[in-house]
C-alpha cells in the first residue's frame, strides 16, 4: 500500500521564500488567513539509538528543515555529507520548525496559543497534528502529566484569560470524539454508538447527537479529557507501543456576552477544534496483519482523502493569487472531495471554511523513517498554499430571548395545566 501522503507533491527546496503567514484584511482577528504550518522533529527513541540508526533531520534559524537522503550518509560523516551532496538533500521552510530539544510550551506558545484570543472574540480556530505513525503527534497535542501538550496548556491559558476578562461572561463547553474505521464515536459519551454529521445553516458541520459537557475551569477539563482517552481506540504497532489508530477530535465551543448587555446585545461564539490524526503509515513499513490492517487502510483512506482536499484548496489559492497579479477576478474554484471520507467532511471549515488553522507536522529523525519524514514534508508544503477566510460568529440576544420566552410559555402552560388537574380533583 501507497502512504496517502506519497499523492501530494512537492519541489526540492520548494517554499524557501515563503512569506510568513498573513491577513489580508485590517482587524485584529477577522480576513483571509493562510494555514500556518510548523514541523516539529522528536528525538530519536532508545530503539533508534540502539538500532544505531543516522539522525536524518536537520533544523536551521527555526525556519528551514534538511533531510539528508540516509543512502548516501552510510558510513559517512553526516556533517561531510552536508557539503559533498547540498543538491541532493531536501528542503523546505515553514512558519516554525522546532528541533528535538523544543519545548511543548515553546510549540505551543507559537500554534495555539495565538488561537485562543480569537476564539474568545466569536472565531473559530482549528489546530491539527499531522504526521507518520510513531512521529510525536499525540505527545505534542496530549502530552503526559510531566509535559502537558497543546490540548491543556490550551484550555489553562483559556480559563486564564477567561477568570481575567471582568467585563464579560462565558459559558465553555467541549465535545471529545474520534473517528474509527470510518465511524464517529463521543469519546465522553461512548453508549450513544455511531453518530452521524449533519451541516447546520448558523453551526456549520455538527455531529448529530454528540454529547455536549459544560466545563468552568481546568481540573474539571482533563478530567474529561483524560475520561474521553481512556475511551480512544489505542493498540501496539511494531512502529508505536501506543499508536492512536483514530483521529481524535476535541472542540472547545465559548460563548461571550457583555455583562452590561441590554435586551438586544450580541452573543459571540467561538469554535476551537483541536485535532490528533491517526498516523500515516505504509502497511509494509508497520508490518500490520488482520484487524490492524484494515484500520491502517481506513486510517490512510481518510488521510489520502485530506491530502486531495488540502490539493484542490491551495490549487484554489493558487490561481487566486495569480488571477489577483494578473488583475483578474478569479471565478471557477475547483471541486473539494470533503465528502470522500468521514473525517475530511468534519474538518471542512479548518480548512476550506470559517477558521483559522494551525498545522503542525511531527516527523521522526530516524534514517529508517526517511520516506515517511520526505512525505510528510511534501503534504505540508503544499497546506501552506491554502487559504482560509474567518469570520465572526455572533448570534442576537433577542434570538435567545425568544427562546426563553418560548420556554417559558410552554413551562406555564404546563402549570396550568397541573393546576387544572388539581383543581379537578378537588372538586371531585
Ligand atoms: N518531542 C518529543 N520528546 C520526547 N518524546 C517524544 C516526543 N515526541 C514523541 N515522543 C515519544 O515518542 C513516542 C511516540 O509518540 P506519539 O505516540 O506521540 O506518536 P504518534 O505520532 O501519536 O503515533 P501514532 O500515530 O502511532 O499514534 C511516545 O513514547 C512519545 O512519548
Not at 213 to 218: E, K, L, P, R, Y
Not at 377 to 398: F, G, H, M, P, S
Amino acid at each position: 500500500m501507497v502512504a496517502a501522503a506519497s499523492r501530494i507533491e512537492g519541489n526540492m527546496g520548494e517554499g524557501i521564500n515563503r512569506e510568513p503567514s498573513f491577513q489580508e484584511e485590517e482587524d485584529e482577528f477577522s480576513g483571509v488567513y493562510s494555514i500556518d504550518v510548523a514541523v516539529r522533529v522528536r528525538p530519536l527513541n532508545s530503539m533508534e539509538l540502539a538500532d544505531s540508526q543516522l539522525h536524518t533531520v536537520r533544523v536551521m534559524d527555526e525556519k528551514i528543515v534538511v533531510v539528508l537522503d540516509p543512502s548516501k550518509l552510510e558510513g559517512g560523516n553526516e556533517d561531510d555529507y552536508l557539503r559533498a551532496h547540498r543538491s541532493r538533500e531536501r528542503r523546505y521552510t515553514f512558519d516554525h520548525v522546532f528541533d528535538e530539544t523544543a519545548s511543548q510550551q515553546k510549540v505551543y506558545a507559537a500554534t495555539t496559543e495565538k488561537l485562543i484570543g480569537g476564539v474568545m472574540e466569536g472565531f473559530n480556530a482549528s489546530c491539527f497534528a499531522y504526521g507518520a505513525t510513531g512521529a510525536g503527534k499525540t505527545y505534542t497535542m496530549l502530552g503526559n502529566k510531566e509535559n502537558p501538550g497543546c490540548m491543556l496548556l490550551t484550555v489553562g491559558e483559556l480559563f486564564h484569560r477567561i477568570e481575567d476578562d471582568t467585563s464579560k461572561t462565558y459559558r465553555v463547553y467541549l465535545t471529545y470524539l474520534e473517528v474509527y474505521n470510518e465511524n464517529i464515536r463521543d469519546l465522553l459519551n461512548p453508549s450513544t454508538g455511531y453518530l452521524d454529521l449533519r451541516e447546520d445553516p448558523v453551526k456549520g458541520i455538527c455531529v448529530a447527537g454528540i454529547t455536549e459537557f459544560s466545563t468552568t475551569n481546568v481540573g474539571e477539563t482533563m478530567e474529561l479529557l483524560q475520561r474521553g482517552n481512556l475511551n480512544r481506540t489505542v493498540e501496539p504497532t511494531k512502529k508505536n507501543e501506543t499508536s492512536s489508530r483514530s483521529h481524535a477530535v476535541m472542540q472547545i465551543m465559548i460563548e461571550a456576552k457583555e455583562k452590561t448587555a441590554d435586551i438586544s446585545e450580541q452573543v459571540k461564539i467561538g469554535k476551537l477544534s483541536l485535532i490528533d490524526l491517526a498516523g500515516s503509515e505504509r502497511a509494509s513499513a508497520t508490518d500490520n496483519r488482520g484487524a490492524r490492517l484494515v484500520e491502517g487502510a481506513n486510517i490512510n483512506r481518510s488521510l489520502l482523502a485530506l491530502a486531495n482536499c488540502i490539493n484542490a484548496l491551495a490549487s484554489d489559492s493558487e490561481a487566486a493569487a495569480r488571477a489577483g497579479r494578473n488583475g483578474r477576478r478569479r471565478v471557477r474554484s475547483n471541486f473539494v472531495p470533503y465528502r470522500d471520507s468521514k473525517l475530511t467532511r468534519l474538518l471542512k471549515d479548518s480548512f476550506g471554511g470559517n477558521s483559522r488553522t494551525v498545522m503542525i507536522t511531527n516527523v521522526s529523525p530516524a534514517g529508517n523513517q526517511y520516506e515517511e519524514t520526505v512525505n510528510t514534508l511534501k503534504y505540508a508544503n503544499r497546506a501552506k498554499d491554502i487559504k482560509t477566510k474567518v469570520v465572526q460568529n455572533v448570534v442576537e440576544l433577542d434570538a435567545h430571548v425568544l427562546q426563553y420566552q418560548n420556554i417559558i410559555r410552554e413551562l406555564r402552560s404546563e402549570h396550568r395545566g397541573q393546576e387544572g388537574e388539581e383543581r379537578g380533583r378537588l372538586a371531585v
